[in-house]
C-alpha cells in the first residue's frame, strides 16, 4: 500500500510538470498539450520554464503554436509574474500585442503591439524571473480597457486577471509557455522579497488552487534545446520517479 501511494504521488508530481505550460501561480493555465513553441534565433525554449541566458533574449522570439484548433486573431501577453515592489512580488508586462494572426502550420505572424517587446531584465542578484507567454483568442470589438492605458507605458504592477476580466477575453487561453531568467552578472545592491508563492497542485483551464509554497530555483539548461523530443525529458523524469521509488522500499 505504502509503495502504490508514492507512486501514486510520484506520478501526480511527474503528470504536474509535463502539463505546466504557463509559470507554476500563474492565474491562467491551458489545455493539455495546447503548448507554444518560442524559439531566439536557435534556442528553443524547452522544456516548459527553462533557465535562460538574458543576451540571448534580447530580440522578440519567433512564435508557433501547433496545437491550434482555431484560425482568426488572438492576443499574445508576456508577463514577469516576479517583480519586486514594495517588499512582495508584482507583475510586469513585457508584450501585448492584439492582431496576431493565429495558424497551427506555420509561425503566428506578430504585430509590434499596443506594448511592444521588452526584454527579460531581472534585477542582479534576484531569484530567478518566470516570464509567461499566453495566447487569447480575439474577441471581434477587442481594445484595451481604458484602465490599463497607463500600464502600456509604465509596465508594471500590470495584473493579468483582472486584464483578462475587463477585457473579456475567453477562457480557457489558446497555448501558453514560460521561460525563467536570473541575472547573477553582478553583486546584489538590496535585499529582495521571498519569492512569490505558487499553487502545486492547481491545473488546467483556471488558477492554481493547491497548497502554496515559494517558487522554487530551477536547474540550467544548454542554451540550444533544438531538437530536443518532449519523450527525452518524460524519459529523465521516469527516472528520477524510479530513483524516487527505490529508496523508499
Known amino acids: 500500500m505504502m509503495v502504490s501511494t508514492k507512486l501514486a504521488l510520484a506520478v501526480a508530481a511527474l503528470q504536474s510538470i509535463v502539463n505546466a505550460q504557463a509559470a507554476p501561480g500563474f492565474p491562467f493555465q491551458v489545455e493539455e498539450g495546447q503548448t507554444l513553441e518560442i524559439v531566439y534565433g536557435e ?32 492576443i499574445l501577453l508576456m508577463v514577469d509574474s516576479d517583480v519586486p515592489r514594495n517588499g512582495t ?12 494572426t493565429l495558424s497551427s502550420d506555420s509561425p503566428l505572424t506578430i504585430p509590434e503591439g499596443e506594448a511592444p517587446y521588452r526584454p527579460p531584465n531581472p534585477p542582479v542578484g534576484d531569484t530567478p524571473h518566470a516570464y509567461t507567454f499566453i495566447l487569447f483568442e480575439q474577441p471581434d470589438d477587442f481594445s484595451v480597457p481604458e484602465e490599463f492605458t497607463d500600464v502600456l507605458e509604465s509596465r508594471v504592477f500590470f495584473n493579468t486577471s483582472a486584464f483578462v476580466q475587463a477585457a473579456g477575453l475567453q477562457q480557457p487561453a489558446l497555448a501558453a509557455n514560460y521561460l525563467q531568467v536570473q541575472n547573477l552578472t553582478g553583486t546584489p545592491t538590496t535585499t529582495f522579497p521571498p ?3 505558487t499553487a502545486t497542485n492547481g491545473t488546467g483551464a ?3 488552487n493547491g497548497t502554496e509554497t515559494p517558487a522554487g530555483t530551477p536547474e540550467p539548461f544548454p542554451g540550444v534545446a533544438a531538437g530536443l523530443d518532449r519523450g527525452v525529458w ?3 523524469g ?3 520517479v524510479a530513483g524516487v521509488l527505490a529508496i523508499g522500499l
Open 43 to 74: 534556442n528553443y525554449v524547452e522544456p516548459a520554464g527553462e533557465l535562460m541566458p538574458r543576451a540571448d533574449l534580447l530580440e522578440a522570439p519567433t512564435i508557433s503554436a501547433p496545437g491550434l484548433t482555431t484560425t482568426g486573431t488572438g
Open 89 to 100: 512580488r508584482v507583475e510586469l508586462l513585457h508584450w501585448l500585442a492584439s492582431g496576431v
Open 195 to 197: 519569492p512569490r508563492a
Open 206 to 208: 483556471g488558477g492554481g
Open 234 to 236: 518524460m524519459g529523465a
Open 238 to 240: 521516469i527516472a528520477v
